[in-house]
């Protein structure tokens, strides 16, 4: 009886634990990848729309929508800042399901956009800090 009550507590705790997992805030590097996951969304946001990272560390923009946006991080294109030394960069479209990378190497503010849906509000910033 007492083994049996042990065992489905352990269970139940194993549970509760993958749900911790599961609604853990996205901001925090996923393990499969170990990038910093954004997902571009339904709503015309970057979801984290404002993070905080290091220098060298990876952010993957996944496109969990039903529609073509970019990551565009390129002022000649439109409202973007980037720290003076670094290079301006941009996805191409990215079909529902498609995703993206970059590494950062340059620490400073970074403000990038969706070259479709600027014009709504779709951006965001990503605070890139030194090693
Ligand atoms: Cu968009």
């Given at each position: 009886m007492l083994r049996q009550?042990?065992?489905?507590w352990r269970s139940a705790a194993t549970v509760?634990?993958?749900?911790?997992?599961?609604s853990a805030p996205s901001l925090i590097a996923?393990?499969?990848?170990?990038?910093?996951?954004?997902?571009?969304t339904d709503t015309f946001e970057f979801e984290p729309h404002e993070v905080m990272i290091h220098a060298?560390?990876?952010?993957?923009?996944?496109?969990?929508?039903?529609?073509?946006?970019?990551?565009?991080?390129?002022?000649?294109?439109?409202?973007?800042?980037?720290p003076p030394s670094a290079e301006s960069f941009s996805s191409q479209e990215l079909r529902p399901g498609a995703s993206f990378r970059h590494t950062f190497t340059v620490p400073g503010n970074y403000?990038?956009?969706?070259?479709?849906?600027?014009?709504i509000g779709m951006?965001?910033?990503?605070?890139v800090l030194a090693k």
């Open positions: 009550w042990k065992r489905s509760v634990a993958l749900i911790c997992a599961v996923s393990a499969d990848t170990g990038a910093t996951v954004i997902n571009l060298g560390d990876i952010v993957e923009w996944r496109n969990t929508s039903r529609f073509n946006h970019t990551v565009t991080a390129d002022p000649t294109q439109g409202h973007a800042t980037l403000t990038y956009f969706c070259q479709p849906h600027e014009g951006v965001a910033q990503i605070i």
